[in-house]
């Protein structure tokens, strides 16, 4: 469960930004996929906005519950579960309090397309609705199907189809990367020719001997003013800050470079990794993915 991000939310809260949509409610009105405690079970949860509460399934009863986390993220879909098996990829939302993992999982029911927790043992889905628990048979696993591949680094050594991001100023290649640093996943420079992997953080740029690389075809570099809510589709994110901020990949000219970085989009800037230092730029491009 560790790689799903969940924010934890209330009845009063606002949907945070990607929230992972689930279907509708009788009215139309969307569902987002949550997770609430009950009873010491971690379970699935229907969120509704518009009736500013979640609701779970338990004992036999729709619970509706004030306190809750909604999954954000993307590359996230539904898929058909009619063997009763679970993917490898499905997501897991908690457990009951005896061990048992609980997956998310929806079903069309008096017109509503409904999110609810997966029994594996008990090879059925249960969802709240109406004030009841409802048992179904046929239903849908949410699963994390990503779209971007990140293979464990070596300082020296260059994984096949590598995403090259640009050139370093005496013409060495630089290659997109990633790593963890305070918690955060950041986009990083790794330039083989020197064996060297760095992030910037904290106005420093910091060597990095841990780290993976992005491989794939169809990405592109995408220029432009991408701030606030103008990210292009398909651009390419590392993950969050400590403060709930989407950090996406990017790449700026400095000094007779191009270098990858970090692309905070409230800040309408990047931060690259250069000469010890993190170097604020105001002009930058964005990768991007094309299908």
């Known amino acids: 469960m560790s790689h799903h991000r969940w924010v934890a939310s209330s009845a009063d809260s606002p949907i945070p930004p990607f929230a992972v949509l689930g279907g509708q409610d009788s009215d139309g009105a969307p ?3 949550g997770r609430s405690y ?3 079970d971690t379970l699935p949860a229907k969120v509704v906005p518009n009736k500013h509460c979640a609701y779970v399934s338990w004992g036999g009863r729709e619970i509706v519950k004030s306190e809750f986390e909604v999954l954000v993220g993307e590359n996230y879909r539904f898929v058909n579960c009619p063997t009763h098996t679970i993917p490898v990829d499905a997501v897991r939302a908690g457990n009951t309090v005896d061990g048992e993992p609980l997956y998310i999982g929806r079903c069309s029911f008096e017109g509503s397309e409904t999110v609810g927790k997966i029994h594996p043992t008990h090879r059925c889905l ?5 004030g009841e628990e409802h048992r179904m048979d046929c239903y849908e696993v949410l699963i994390s199907d990503p779209v971007h591949i990140w293979v464990p680094g070596s300082l020296h050594n260059v994984p096949p189809n590598a995403v090259i991001a640009g050139h370093d100023s005496d013409k060495s ?6 790593a963890f640093h305070d918690g955060e996943n950041l986009p990083a420079k790794f330039v083989p020719n020197i064996g060297s992997v760095y992030v910037s953080y904290g106005g420093k740029d910091l060597f990095k001997d841990e780290f993976e690389v992005l491989v794939g075809d169809g990405y592109t570099w995408v220029g432009g003013t991408h701030s606030g809510d103008n990210i292009p589709i398909g651009a390419v994110s590392t993950g969050w800050t400590h403060n709930g901020e989407k950090v996406y990949v990017g790449r ?3 000094h007779g470079s191009t270098t990858p970085g970090k692309v905070h989009p409230r800040e309408y800037c ?3 990794p ?3 230092k993190e170097v604020k730029l105001k002009d930058y491009e964005m990768l ?3 299908n």
Do not use: W
């Open 270 to 272: 990047i931060y690259i």
């Open 31 to 33: 569902i987002y996929v």
């Open 173 to 178: 290649p630089i290659f997109v990367a990633r």
């Open 288 to 290: 991007v993915k094309r």
């Open 38 to 40: 009950h009873e010491g």
């Open 126 to 130: 249960y969802i709240p609705y109406g």
């Open 252 to 254: 700026g000219y400095h």
């Open 274 to 276: 250069y000469g010890g």
